[in-house]
């Protein structure tokens, strides 16, 4: 933001994301939407601050690379490149991604891809090729590999089941 742009701050993932879900797909009792509402911005702002508490202990170059990733998410972008624009060397990079996230960069981008593939399946009506552009994975068949080697399910399986 010192620079002239904003950046993600920080990432709020899925959590966030159900929270938000949740908020806009209530149907129950219209007498209760509002005090549901507050709790659930409670849980919401809850979770932000305990992501912002946590922050201070990810070193610099981590949030760095991924507020950049975060950014260029749809870009083609190696982890040589990210180091460089974290003021760091991939191989450092690489190194503080795995203690921090249990992944290397390039693991933690497709992660991070696949997350926006899961959010867009759930809430959009895109087609399967258009959220795999849109997350910049491969190509369709790239997501649904991504989404059956982690929930067991093919994309359209997924969606129905969620929704």
Known sequence: EQEGEQKNLIPLGNTARDIIQAMGSYRQAPAMFEPYLHGQVMLLTAHYFNLLMDRHEVPKTVLDACD????????????????????????????????????????????????????????????IWEIAAHANLTDASHLVRLIRGKHGLTPEEFREKHR
């Open 68 to 127: 950049f990733i975060q950014c260029n998410l749809t870009e083609d972008i190696d982890t040589a490149f990210i180091a460089r624009k974290a003021g760091t060397h991939k191989d450092a990079l690489n190194k503080q991604f795995k203690e921090v996230y249990g992944k290397n960069v390039r693991q933690y981008i497709t992660h991070v891809r696949l997350e926006e593939a899961e959010y867009r399946l759930l809430n959009t009506n895109e087609l």
